[in-house]
T-cell receptor, first 114, second 115 residues
Framework: GNSVTQMEGPVTLSEEAFLTINCTYT??????LFWYVQYPGEGLQLLLK?????DKGSNKGFEATYRKETTSFHLEKGSVQVSDSAVYFC?????????????FGTGTLLAVQP | KAGVTQTPRYLIKTRGQQVTLSCSPI?????VSWYQQTPGQGLQFLFE???????NKGNFPGRFSGRQFSNSRSEMNVSTLELGDSALYLC??????????????FGSGTQLSVL
């Protein structure tokens, strides 16, 4: 079946440290891949996406590359800030009939300390 | 452009009661999907509505139902509430096209607590 596996958190970093959150997926066909972020007490916000192999999604200093050979979509940022503290969800999108359905990983809590 | 609006923001109910949650999608969007978020199960797909029709349903009991109105606003209903229904219920708005790269926009959610 289709699934997403994320590294377990929490991930605790100091400000300006390098961030990597690992994400691997299992899917049939050619899904699109997404990273969503959830700040405390809020819903999900789309952070970035990639729709085909070797695509790189980027936004607000975050990047992730769609690697079909390793079925991965790892999230990276060169220098994190305290304001990046949140839960990050990796997701894949697949068509189930006529529905564009998101399948999420379990989420990774990132805590950035000043 | 206004975002996805979910009401109420918080809800406290007791076991056996029923509850109705509301979601207003982004103007022009015709698809509304509902997701349940719990610490144990993570984010799980409940159902999707498009043009007033349920297009898909996740693996949830029949106590969970929904509908969509002609203005694309959607409601979900949970009857005979159980303690395990305590969760954050998220609504996602989209254009409803048949492409996996479609962006879905989420509301802030309704936090339901069942006592």
């Amino acid at each position: 079946g289709n699934s997403v596996t994320q590294m377990e958190g929490p991930v605790t970093l100091s400000e300006e440290a390098f961030l990597t959150i690992n994400c691997t997926y299992t899917a049939t066909g050619y899904p699109s891949l997404f990273w969503y972020v959830q700040y405390p007490g809020e819903g999900l916000q789309l952070l970035l996406k990639a729709t085909k192999a070797d695509d790189k999604g980027s936004n607000k200093g975050f990047e992730a590359t769609y690697r079909k050979e390793t079925t991965s979509f790892h999230l990276e940022k060169g220098s994190v800030q305290v304001s990046d503290s949140a839960v990050y969800f990796c997701a894949l999108s697949r068509l189930d009939g006529a529905t564009n359905k998101l399948i999420f990983g379990t989420g990774t809590l990132l805590a950035v300390q000043p | 452009k206004a975002g996805v609006t979910q009401t109420p923001r918080y809800l406290i109910k007791t076991r056996g009661q029923q509850v109705t949650l509301s979601c207003s999608p982004i103007s022009g969007h015709r698809s509304v999907s509902w997701y349940q978020q719990t610490p144990g199960q993570g984010l799980q797909f409940l159902f999707e509505y498009f043009s007033e029709t349920q297009r898909n349903k996740g693996n949830f009991p029949g106590r969970f139902s929904g509908r969509q109105f002609s203005n694309s606003r959607s409601e979900m209903n949970v009857s005979t509430l159980e303690l395990g229904d305590s969760a954050l219920y998220l609504c996602a708005s989209g254009q409803g096209g048949l492409a996996t790269n479609e962006k879905l926009f989420f509301g802030s959610g309704t936090q339901l607590s069942v006592l």
